[in-house]
């Protein structure tokens, strides 16, 4: 419209790689514009900017500057929020747990050990003290042995939200990590498109790795499949995010890329291979075992073939290994050797991660898979979440917001009117609904509700966190701020005393140096490192973070790397596993 172009000489084409025979072929087949297409994005970014635009300010006159709201950040805090609250309001409940130990006689006659569990579990000690009471001296036999075969598929190759996922749990990558590298991937021709949330796969890649399977391990291993993609809204307008040449190894294309890099593209390269093979076969035992009306039983299983499991497993996958059960007959005499309680607590709700968020957000249809990165980046950077240790937490800055727009404005953050706009914005895009429409119902009712939160709403003061840090100008504690860089401190005099320095995250370790705190910085690339609070006036700077401990064999000074503790002196060389405390 702007350009003035004619419909019929304007074409776009489309390709779903960078790669020369994708684009070729997008030549080849150009297509009109789908102004549809067009209209449901225009629509979708006129009600973004409606709801930030006008929904921001409030939250600034309300509580402080800075603030934002959303269409989807509001309702990811809204979740998180209620997932605190479950976790806060869980009971916790105890149970018993009674395991035996067996000696059976193996093939050779020789007695090896078989571990049971009882079936049911005891609610008190005293209960579960008077059962293993009753079991002494009682004998045991097997009263029944089942042997099936069980198939596990391979999983689907990846949507933008299961890489975010499997990225985090294998790779330990955050979200925003995930896709920057995913986009360094694709824009280098190393993998297709990667905001899709689509499970099929051209023709091209399906034959592709039927030959690459087939030339790696044999014909055997292949199975190719159809896959259905269950996401609630789904727009499959793109491919699943695949290797663009599944001949490309990642051994062959290691030492062009970047570490992290590298082990993205084996992540994405290994599901999809995995994908397009079959299944793994298991044979699993169940032993059943009676005395005195009691049942024990025990269960383990035993990989037959690995089908796709010999390129690709996930955390799910791990064998329960228990080989002693294949060597069990029914008129096997088994002799108890051990019986004990163990107690065992209920336990609430996980805390989300930015995975397992992402994973919610999809299955409720909220958001796009272009969003989920950019919605969390901008919940952490507006401190309405803290991150720690990979779990979300929300903080009081966070519930105040969310309790705000609860009040204010209800149908913002409801996960059901979220999804249900998605689903408008759909129907924009097949063509079944007018933009317009969309935007001309939506904003009137928003308007009347942003002018009654600004009347009825009262100010909600939130009070800067104070340190012990004084100011040096006007003998005032410093308060932390926060600016577009992050945290920073400043006298809470403001306008009267403009004092400000740099904010240094204590890790409550003293300098081996100086003796004076050690704190958290970072190069002017953003590289962190740990240094003394007292630099210039000492030097010490560790890229590892430092341990309180020192080291046994020298004394030196020791730095975690990963779940141990190593000695700071690579001439000492000692090791030791880290408390889970520390």
């Not at 193996?106 to 609610?123: F, N, P, S, Y």
């Not at 896709?179 to 689509?198: H, N, P, V």
Request: glycine fraction near 4%.
């Amino acid at each position: 419209e702007v350009l003035k172009l004619k419909p019929e000489n304007t074409k776009r084409i489309v390709f779903h790689e960078i790669t020369k025979s994708a684009i070729l072929k997008a030549i080849e087949q150009p297509r009109d514009i789908d102004l549809n297409l067009v209209n449901a994005q225009q629509a979708r970014r006129i009600l973004d900017r409606i709801v930030g635009f006008e929904l921001s300010p409030v939250l600034w006159r309300k509580v402080k500057p800075a603030l934002s709201a959303g269409r989807v950040q509001s309702v990811a805090v809204r979740l998180i929020v209620e997932r605190e609250r479950e976790i806060h309001a869980f009971q916790t409940e105890a149970a018993y747990r009674i395991t035996a130990v067996f000696l059976v006689p193996d093939t050779d006659g020789k007695l090896v050990e078989m571990k049971a569990e009882l079936a049911r579990r005891i609610k008190t000690k005293e209960e579960a003290k008077a059962f293993l009471n009753a079991c002494q001296g009682a004998s045991f036999a097997i009263d029944d042995i089942t042997t099936r075969p069980v198939k596990k598929t391979p999983p689907a190759p990846f949507t933008t939200s299961t890489l975010q996922q499997e990225a985090a749990r294998k790779l330990g990558y955050t979200v925003a990590q995930t896709m920057m590298l995913a986009q360094r991937l694709y824009e280098s021709g190393f993998i297709t498109y990667m905001r899709t949330d689509s499970v099929n796969l051209s023709e091209f890649a399906t034959t592709g790795s039927k030959d690459a399977i087939i030339k790696m391990m044999g014909d055997r291993y292949v199975h190719p499949r159809h896959f259905e993609t269950k996401t609630k809204g789904a727009q499959e307008a793109h491919e699943a995010i695949r290797p663009t040449y599944v001949d490309l190894t990642p051994a062959q294309v290691k030492e062009s890329l970047t570490r992290d890099q590298f082990r993205l593209y084996q992540l994405v390269w290994k599901r999809f291979v995995a994908s397009r093979m079959h299944s793994a076969k298991y044979e699993t035992t169940s032993v059943k075992i009676d005395g005195k009306g009691h049942r024990f039983t025990s269960s383990g299983s035993k990989l037959v073939f690995p089908g796709f499991m010999s390129v690709y497993q996930s955390a799910e996958d791990k064998e329960e290994a228990n080989s002693v059960l294949a060597k069990v007959k029914e008129d096997s005499k088994l002799k108890m050797q051990e019986l004990k309680e163990e107690q065992h607590f209920t336990q609430p709700p996980a805390h989300y991660t930015e995975a397992s968020l992402v994973k919610t957000m999809e299955e409720l249809g909220i958001g796009r898979p272009s969003t989920y990165a950019p919605t969390i980046t901008t919940i952490i950077s507006r401190r309405y979440v803290a991150k720690e240790q990979k779990n979300l937490y929300v903080t009081e800055l966070g519930e105040v917001v969310n309790n705000i727009m609860k009040q204010a404005f209800p149908s913002i953050v409801d996960v059901n009117f979220t999804a249900t706009m998605e689903g408008l914005l759909d129907c924009v895009a097949a063509g079944t609904v007018k933009w317009k429409t969309v935007v001309s119902n939506f904003y009137p009712d928003l308007k009347k509700d942003v002018d009654a939160a600004e009347e009825e709403l009262e100010k909600v003061d939130i009070q800067d966190e104070v340190t012990d840090v004084i100011c040096e100008n006007c003998g005032r504690h410093m308060v932390i701020k926060y600016g577009p860089h992050g945290r920073f401190l400043a006298c809470p005099g403001f306008p009267e005393c403009k004092n400000t320095k740099p904010y240094f995250e204590k890790i409550g370790v003293a300098c081996p140096k100086c003796g004076k705190e050690i704190v958290l910085k970072k190069t002017k690339k953003g590289r962190k490192y740990y240094g003394c609070e007292d630099n210039p006036d000492c030097d010490f700077m560790s890229w590892q973070k430092p341990s309180a401990k020192k080291c046994p064999k020298c004394g030196s000074y020791m730095v975690e790397k990963g779940n141990k503790l190593v000695c700071s002196q690579e001439t000492c060389g000692y090791v030791e596993a880290k408390d889970e405390k520390e």
